[in-house]
């Protein structure tokens, strides 16, 4: 387990270097510097500016001192933003993200998993339909369209819930993109532990649970619900990854401050630096994700030794 | 064709279940027959295909709203009396009516909505097209070399697709869309990078299986050149997966596009797409655009489900 977790580690590692030099290269590929503008700048100022952000130095002396950087946590400064750096507004931005993604996650695993189970369960019954039906709706039905549809009809048509905004973590504030974001995620979820399940009911050994005469409850609880498990662990790496894109679309259709509306928000400005700490940010944070989740499934699967 | 035949034999067993424990003559005679009508009849794998999609009602519907939806955006804005960029002055944010002919509205800068979501479409469907067409190709080099060649090349470049996947895909896009701008073609271009790894996964899986398929061990065995061996029993073989993954990758594309229009990343102002439309998220507004997308999706998804079980009957 510890060999496999080390070279797990060490695999991730190339993904996200990669992924910062590429970002970091095209960044610079770009024509422009950040200080041409209209006003004109004296030489001296214009020199003491770039000693500054060393754009002084070599491409491959700044991409290093980038690197230290990020090592010591540190995203550089924004573009656009004057007096503020990446960091303090990842800062700003990050809990509002967190709080609105990790309860929704939490959310919708236990609702998924409850509902695949149900559905599996009673096959063609009324909540088997619905998992189906939330599934073609999230397969078919891009968060985007979701999101203003349940504003027209929870904030103007019912006028129960704002229609976006944020206000400290008011809770009515929060209440919708959670909702979003947890049909989304269940409608993949519950699919996923329906068909896993189903598979599991059909094996060997639950035939030979129920014929010892176990009571259906101990039947799925003791002996399928853990295997039946292991696709849904699984899924949960790709479906982090989807939860960014539909992250992005919540803030955006409901105006939230998180990182997902800055990151719109600086590529629209063209706010470079600000997007690619996001990116890399992001992208760090992701591969993690993966990782723990690889490792989870690993030590929740005895077949995987590596 | 040397693959047919195996499949058309048990796919003809089980269709007849009766077939089972009559006994060996039978089974022979049977076999006899079938190849005799296969021959006489020149049943192919694609025909034998095409009769098990025709079967198929949801995939047949499908198709058939996707081709009337593509050609209402094909003809439509020749048709109606409004271009899809000039303003009504007479009628700013109109809601759905008969007067004016503006069957579904206009918005608040007084553009007939019919017009701009059928040149949307337009738009969100070249950019699907194009965009699948790109990364189809660059998944199908990508997946053939990959499986060809094998070894460390193999074990490289598919660690380059797993890397892919552990990517945020959708934040690099707008990276790229940030720093190349968004133009038309760029936007394409940067929904290939993200969208090629599947069909890679899938050509490469499917060519090292090939490699070693008795068939091709025969051809080799009785002197077929290389290229022979490729075109004919390869490529053929590849062409139902490949099939299948480009219905799949379409709708992904076109997905993906209308993200990033929706985000204002994409598509820009004057120019429209189902993306940018669904933005404008007045109730009727939202509603048109919405809708065909979403039935463009449903269809893409039912073609590609009938697909894979014509062209795939093993593994359903």
Sequence with gaps: MWTYTLRRVFAAIPTVLVVITVCYLLLHATPGGPFDSDRKVSAAVLANLEAKYHLDLPLWQQYLLYLKGLLQGDLGASFRYADWSVNDLVAAALPVSLSIGGIAMVISVLVGVSLGIFAALRQNSVIDHFVMLLGNVGSAVPSFVLGPVMIIIFAIALKW????GWHDFEFRFMILPIALLTIINVSTIGRVMRGSLIEVMHSNFIRTARAKGLPTRVVVLRHALKPALLPVVSVLGPLAISSITAALVTETVFSLPGLGKLIVNGAGNRDY????GLVVLITVLTVTLNLLVDL???WLDPKIRY | MPGSTPRFVTDSHMRNPRN???????????HAAIQAAAMSSGRSLWSDARRRFLRNKAALISLGTLTIICLACIIGPWVLPHAFDSADWEAMSFPPSMVNS???GTDDAGRDLLVRCLIGGRVSLTVGLLATISSVTLGIVWGATAGFVGGKVDAFMMRIVDMMYAI???LIAILLVTILGREFYLVVLTITVFSWMDMARVVRG??????SREYVEAARAIGVSTPRIIFSHIVPNLLGVVVIYTTVTVPGVILTESVLSFLGLGIQEPMTSWGVLTMEATPWILLFPAALLSTTLYCFNFIGDGLRDALDPKER
Excluded: K, M
């Design chain 2, 102 to 104: 503006h069957f579904w």
């Design chain 2, 168 to 170: 945020p895909y959708l």
């Design chain 2, 206 to 211: 499917q060519t090292l299986s090939l490699r």
């Design chain 2, 20 to 30: 089972e424990g009559i006994g060996l003559t039978a089974n022979v005679v049977d």
């Design chain 1, 161 to 164: 819930l704002p229609a976006g």
């Design chain 1, 296 to 298: 989870a499934y690993a």
């Design chain 1, 273 to 276: 630096t600000l997007v690619l």
